[in-house]
Each structure stands twice: as structure tokens, then as C-alpha cells.
């Protein structure tokens, strides 16, 4: 795998990241963003969880961010730290890394916030929130979140939803990055299958953040899947790890 992340296969992987974008929403030139990628995903002490890599389209991903050297980066309900422990790479001793669980996800944050504590990552600080959903002790460049914005509607709706995406842009630099990866539902369904397929409509998603005052950039169609009907719940065996998702990409007004 990290002979795939390298050289022109690199560059390949980043002409194709992006999709309707507006205008870069990164202080990285695309150039600055591959070879750090490419480092963070060639890492030796993360060889535990590169086989994963491709699946996720990790460097395409991750190029569309526009993340780099010494950025501050949000990984917002990070579960077992796959991105967290990439991010660590990237951004470099010059950089950190805020691994958060909101205070709604204290018990299963617990073992997250655990488990990376043990790896000892010097520019990784993993925590669990006392109250409200994002917080840093500094502002950060990106906040990125995988999977999990429908959940945060599970638990409160678009209330819920208003708050986090205040708080992310209370916690961004001006000219930060906002990073939404979930599983799509069908066209015109809103929040009506968060809690049942585990699904959320991209639009909806897109209204939501632009209302707390956001630009949209862009996004990536590396994660779609058009033989996903939509119709499953995301753990099924037979759409698990392969359901069509959307990647957006939003910026807090200078």
C-alpha cells in the first residue's frame, strides 16, 4: 500500500479528490498537502491499520482536505483513532491533533480517549468533553468529523445539529475547514432515516452547516457508490464498509 501512495500514483489520487469545488479552503498548496499525506500514511508505527487504507480512500480524502504541515486538526468523535493517528503524521511536530468525544459519548469516548493516550503520540491530545459537543483549547485550521453527523441528530434533532455546527465554527480559525463524511440517504428524506438506516440526506446536511453562516467549497465523490440504493441500514453485511457516502467541504468566512 504505501508503495501506491507515492510519486505520480499520488498526484493521480488528488486530480480526481475534488468535485465542484469553488475555490481552495486551504493555506497548503496541493503540492505541500500530497507529500504530507503521503508521509502520514507511509508511517511505520500506523502499519497496523494500512490495510485499511484503500477502502477509505484515506489519500484522496485526505488531499480534498487540504490538510498539511503543521496544522491544528479536529477529529471529532474519533472511534478507535484510525484518522486521529493519520492526522498525527501529517501535521507533524509542528502540528496537533484534538481527538473529542461531546459529553454525550463520555462511555464509549472513555476507551477512545484510552486507547490513543497508550499509543503516546506527542502532538495528540484525546479528550472527553465535560459538556457540549466541540472544544479546543486553541482555535484549529480543520474540523473533521466521519460518520457521525446523523448520529448527533439522533440525539436531538436539528437542535442538536445547530449546536454542533455553532460550536465548530466557534472552535475554526477564520478560513478553517469543516469536514462532513456520512453515510447518504435517498434525495428529500432529511433526518427521517438517522436513527433507523443510520442515513442522513446530503442536502439537508449542506442547508444545516451553510445556516450557521458557513461557505460551501466543495466536495469529493471518491466515497460514493451508486449500487447503494439507500434502502439498508449501514451495518448490513451486504453494504457494510461499501455504503455510498458524500464528503463535503465548508469554510468559515475570513
Not at 486553541?138 to 455546527?165: C, F, K, M, S
Amino acid at each position: 500500500m504505501r508503495g501506491i501512495l507515492t510519486g505520480l500514483a499520488v498526484t493521480a489520487l488528488v486530480a480526481t479528490a475534488a468535485v465542484a469545488a469553488v475555490e481552495p479552503a486551504s493555506k497548503h498548496s496541493a503540492k505541500e498537502t500530497q507529500r504530507a499525506v503521503a508521509a502520514g500514511l507511509a508511517n511505520p508505527a500506523r502499519a497496523d491499520q494500512a490495510g485499511d487504507d484503500a477502502r477509505r480512500k484515506a489519500a484522496e480524502v485526505l488531499a480534498f482536505s487540504g490538510v498539511g504541515p503543521g496544522d491544528e486538526v479536529l477529529d471529532l468523535i474519533p472511534g478507535g483513532g484510525y484518522w486521529t493517528r493519520i492526522f498525527s503524521g501529517v501535521v507533524g511536530k509542528a502540528g496537533h491533533v484534538y481527538a473529542i468525544w461531546p459529553a454525550a459519548s463520555a462511555q464509549s469516548g472513555a476507551k477512545g480517549e484510552a486507547a490513543l493516550d497508550a499509543l503516546h503520540l506527542a502532538n495528540v491530545t484525546a479528550k472527553v468533553l465535560a459538556s457540549g459537543i466541540v472544544a479546543a483549547s486553541e482555535p484549529v485550521d480543520i474540523v473533521w468529523t466521519v460518520q457521525n453527523y446523523h448520529d448527533v441528530a439522533n440525539r436531538g434533532g436539528e437542535v442538536a445539529l445547530d449546536q454542533l455546527n455553532a460550536e465548530v465554527l466557534k472552535a475554526l480559525k477564520p478560513g478553517g475547514t469543516y469536514i462532513v463524511i456520512d453515510h447518504a440517504d435517498a434525495a428529500g428524506t432529511g433526518l427521517s432515516g438517522t436513527s433507523t438506516t443510520h442515513r442522513i440526506d446530503p442536502a439537508a446536511v449542506k442547508a444545516e452547516v451553510v445556516k450557521a453562516g458557513f461557505e460551501f467549497v466543495g466536495e469529493s465523490d471518491v466515497l460514493r457508490n451508486p449500487a447503494d440504493d439507500h434502502s439498508g441500514k449501514v451495518f448490513d453485511p451486504a453494504i457494510r464498509g461499501h455504503t455510498d457516502q458524500f464528503v463535503y467541504k465548508f469554510r468559515k468566512p475570513r
